[in-house]
Each structure stands twice: as C-alpha cells, then as structure tokens.
C-alpha cells in the first residue's frame, strides 16, 4: 500500500493490511453458541416447554397424590424424572422445533454459506442447550428443595448424566430438524415430548409397565437418564454404568446421523 505525502511518497507498513480469512473456529463456534442462547432465551414457547412446563409437573405430582411413586416422598422420585424431562424438552423438543423453522426460513441456509462448518453449528447449539439446562437445574432444584427434597450420591456423576443425556437429545432433535420439513418436525418433536413423558419413567414408574415393555422402554435415553439420575439422587447408588453406556450410545448414532444427513435447506 502506498501513502502519499506532502514531502512524497512513502510506503505503508502494514497499518491498513486487510487480514481476510474465517475467524479461529473456535471464536465461530462460541459467538453462535451466544446467538443461539439468546434467541432460545427470548422465545416464550421455548420458555413454556423448557421452564414452565417441568415447574408444574414437579409442584403438582409432588403435592397431589396422583401417581403411586413407591415407598418414600414423592419429591425424591419425582425430581429426577423431571430433571430428565427439562433435558429432553431443551435438547431435543425445542431444538427440534427451533432449528427446523430456521431452516424452512432459510436461516440455515444462510449460515451454510459461512465459514462456519456443519457440524460447528450442531456443537454451538449443543452449547446453547446446556447454558439453558444450566438454569432449569438450578430453577427446579430450588423447587424441589422447598418441595422437602433430601438428594444423595456423587454430583460428577449426576453431571455426567446429564452431559450424556444432553449429546444424545440434541443429536436426536438436530436429526429430525434436518431431515424432516417444519411442520412435520413440529408434530413429531410434540408427540415424542408426550410419549416419552408417559412411557419414560418420568413420572409413572417403569415397573407399573408390563414386564416385555419395561425392557423395551429401559433402552429409551429418557428412560436411561432419569433412571440413572434417580438411582444416584435417591438411592445414593455408585455410577450406573448401563444408564451411561445407553447414553453413550444413543449420543454416539444420533450426533453421527445428524452430522451425515442434516440438511441446511
């Protein structure tokens, strides 16, 4: 670049050099991760599902005996299952919705042509899901703790669950929103919300099931994370393995099949 002056003319040292390129995919990742938690925090239906919803279920089925949750308080059996319940509604039912309507409006295909690679949007969204599942955990643990609950077992491995739970719902909800148009997306992501809330061991336990069913329904990711969330919480249990190799799995091949099939238009 060349300056010139009133005594001639000089060159530049690089004061103006343009740097063209892509930000560091990190600072990409992180800045979506930041839109995406804003736009989630902002949406009062999203609020409904993820907040809302949780808040009743826990006040209710603990103070009204609805359903026959066993021996002990239903504040201790209850308060894993929801905990569960905000995971999959913020990782995958509201994902789920979210990002399939920002693909039918052309959102994502926009952000297709960005630096910002495919599976950078699935991880900033991710990050966005569990910034949201931050504040749920702390919402309704202070409900369940005026609610009389009395938790035990190790918080890393709660925290493993729900990390786990969390990779595999929002693998599972960036699948549908990929694939599927919006309004199908829409009424699959509601209706799997309602099924797994009933069959899910959230709130009816498993063993209430017929036998062939409960194996069945034990391989669910709601069913592994609230089972394995109740068994530390509850029961002061070591880490159960299976809940986490169940989620694991379900992480591993709904992440893998998201990344392969997600659209962006």
């Given at each position: 670049?060349?300056l010139?002056?009133?005594?001639?003319?000089?060159?530049?040292?690089?004061?103006?050099?343009?740097r063209?390129?892509?930000?560091?995919?990190?600072?990409?990742?992180?800045?979506?991760?930041?839109?995406e938690?804003?736009?989630?925090?902002?949406?009062?239906?999203?609020?409904?599902?993820?907040?809302v919803?949780?808040?009743?279920?826990?006040?209710?089925?603990?103070?009204?005996?609805?359903?026959?949750?066993?021996?002990?308080?239903?504040?201790?059996?209850?308060?894993?299952g929801?905990?569960?319940?905000?995971?999959?509604?913020?990782?995958?039912?509201?994902?789920?919705?979210?990002?399939?309507?920002?693909?039918?409006?052309?959102?994502?295909?926009?952000?297709?042509?960005?630096?910002?690679?495919r599976?950078?949007?699935?991880?900033?969204?991710?990050?966005?899901?569990?910034?949201?599942?931050?504040?749920?955990?702390?919402?309704?643990?202070?409900?369940?703790?005026?609610?009389?609950?009395?938790?035990?077992?190790?918080?890393?491995?709660?925290?493993?669950?729900?990390?786990?739970?969390?990779?595999?719902?929002?693998?599972?909800?960036?699948?549908?929103?990929?694939?599927?148009?919006?309004?199908?997306?829409?009424?699959?992501?509601?209706?799997?919300?309602?099924?797994?809330?009933?069959?899910?061991?959230?709130?009816?336990?498993?063993?209430?099931?017929?036998?062939?069913?409960?194996?069945?329904?034990?391989?669910?990711?709601?069913?592994?994370?609230?089972?394995?969330?109740?068994?530390?919480?509850?029961?002061?249990?070591g880490?159960?393995?299976?809940d986490?190799?169940?989620?694991?799995?379900?992480?591993?091949?709904?992440?893998?099949?998201?990344?392969?099939?997600?659209?962006?238009?």
């Open positions: 670049m060349t010139t002056t009133g005594t001639g003319t000089g060159a530049a040292t690089g004061a103006y050099a343009p063209p390129g892509a930000a560091p995919l990190p600072r990409m990742i992180a800045a979506q991760a930041a839109l938690t804003r736009m989630l925090l902002r949406n009062g239906e999203q609020l409904l599902l993820t907040v919803i949780p808040t009743l279920l826990l006040v209710l089925f603990s103070s009204v005996d609805i359903v026959d949750t066993g021996a002990g308080e239903a504040v201790d059996f209850l308060t894993p929801v905990l569960a319940l905000a995971v999959m509604s913020t990782a995958f039912t509201g994902q789920a919705i979210a990002t399939g309507f920002e693909r039918r409006y052309g959102v994502l295909k926009r952000l297709a042509s960005s630096p910002l690679p599976w950078g949007l699935m991880a900033a969204k991710t990050a966005s899901v569990l910034v949201t599942e931050v504040l749920q955990v702390v919402l309704l643990t202070a409900i369940a703790f005026a609610l009389g609950w009395s938790p035990h077992g190790d918080p890393v491995t709660v925290l493993a669950l729900l990390v786990l739970g969390t990779a595999a719902f929002s693998g599972l909800g960036l699948l549908m929103a990929g694939t599927l148009k919006a309004e199908a997306t829409l009424a699959a992501a509601n209706l799997v919300f309602l099924l797994l809330l009933v069959g899910g061991g959230v709130i009816v336990p498993l063993d209430k099931f017929p036998p062939g069913t409960q194996d069945v329904l034990g391989l669910l990711p709601v069913s592994a994370l609230s089972d394995g969330l109740r068994d530390v919480l509850q029961h002061g249990a880490v159960p393995w299976g986490l190799g169940i989620l694991a799995g379900w992480a591993v091949v709904a992440l893998a099949a998201a990344g392969k099939f997600f659209r962006w238009e």
